[in-house]
């Protein structure tokens, strides 16, 4: 059974940081291309991070490009988002998720397993 946990969320003022961890476990992580996404209230789910399994250039979201850091450990099945320079409206519930293929995507339905999301909120 494939399982993704998604931890490390918490408040924090804006200006503050966060390391959100997605330990993944039942599927051949080394091999499957890796992401993080969030959805605020009444918004869709959007696309945050993410990184392939041969390493390469990750990719971000315009909107967190510079504060974020995504990383992976293959050796511990773990998947990281360093948030730096955290603002009011990166609060949301945030979910790691994992797709069978090299590269990451952009696009949700591309990915094969999800978390079950860590809730992350920057207050003012």
């Known amino acids: 059974q494939v399982q993704l946990v998604d931890s490390g969320g918490g408040s924090v003022q804006a200006g503050g940081s966060l390391r959100l961890s997605c330990a993944a476990s039942?599927?051949?992580?080394?091999?499957?291309?890796t992401g993080w996404f969030r959805q605020a209230p009444g918004k869709e789910r959007e696309f945050v991070a993410g990184?392939?399994?041969?390493?390469?250039?990750?990719y971000y979201a315009d909107s967190v490009k510079g504060r974020f850091t995504i990383s992976r450990d293959n050796a511990k099945n773990t998947v990281y988002l360093q948030m730096n320079s955290l603002k009011p409206e990166d609060t949301a519930v945030y979910y790691c998720?994992?797709?069978?293929?090299?590269?990451?995507?952009?696009?949700?339905?591309?990915?094969?397993?999800w978390g079950q999301g860590t809730q992350v909120t920057v207050s003012s």
């Open positions: 998720a994992a797709a069978g293929r090299r590269r990451a995507s952009r696009v949700r339905d591309e990915y094969d397993y």
């Open positions: 990184n392939g399994w041969s390493g390469g250039t990750p």
């Open positions: 039942g599927l051949p992580f080394s091999i499957y291309a």
